[in-house]
């Protein structure tokens, strides 16, 4: 059975899931230290529900401790707390617009085989959510930087050997794609 994620709890499954790692030591006046240096834009009073959210991650068996040499202790998602991470990071993402448009189209391109249609199709609904726009059969682009999005939905669906992302400084009779982003 899933449990509800709070805000908190996946924002830690997502920074672990990223290659974070949160060392906790079993001196409780250093583990605040610790919290507080890796989230230094965590308000003072989320610090608290920050490590209600890391005990309550534990208790559910989505990290697990690595006991170091040291005396301190390692939080590292265990396999069903990165399949959290996944679902978690899935449901929230979005690609931020910046203030100014640096002029490059990202590109991403698909050979997904016909064996495995239902990831294919997942993958372009996933696109067209971030508001890629289809520029040709299994070519989408975006204005914005969207690596990180693009390889975590690769890495999601499995399909790093039918996927490619490209940067391009130029596409000809790009009208409609900046008319799409709102960049005339």
């Known amino acids: 059975m899933r449990h509800k994620l709070g805000r908190l709890q996946k924002e830690v499954l997502a ?23 890796l989230v230094q834009e965590w308000e003072e009073e989320e610090r608290k529900s920050l490590n209600r959210a890391i005990a ?20 590292v998602l265990s396999d069903k707390g990165h399949g959290y991470a ?4 899935l449901d929230e993402m979005e690609i931020p617009k910046p203030k100014h448009w640096d002029e490059k189209w990202r590109v991403v391109l698909s050979d997904i085989p016909e064996k495995r249609k239902a990831t294919r199709d ?9 508001d890629f726009i289809e520029f040709q059969k299994s070519v989408w682009v975006h204005a914005y930087d969207c690596r990180t999005q693009v390889e975590f939905l690769i890495e999601f669906y ?5 996927v490619r992302y490209g940067l ?7 009208l409609h794609l900046r008319e799409q982003f709102d960049l005339i």
């Open 15 to 37: 920074r672990l899931y990223s290659g974070a790692i949160l060392g906790l030591h079993r001196d409780p006046s250093h583990n605040r230290w610790v919290v507080r240096n």
């Open 56 to 75: 309550s991650l534990y208790e559910s068996r989505l990290v697990t401790e690595r006991h170091n040499a040291d005396e301190t202790v390692t939080l």
């Open 86 to 89: 996944l679902t978690a990071n």
């Open 122 to 130: 997942a993958l372009r609904e996933h696109l067209k959510q971030l």
């Open 158 to 162: 499995g399909v790093k050997r039918y």
């Open 168 to 174: 391009l400084e130029h596409i000809d009779n790009d």
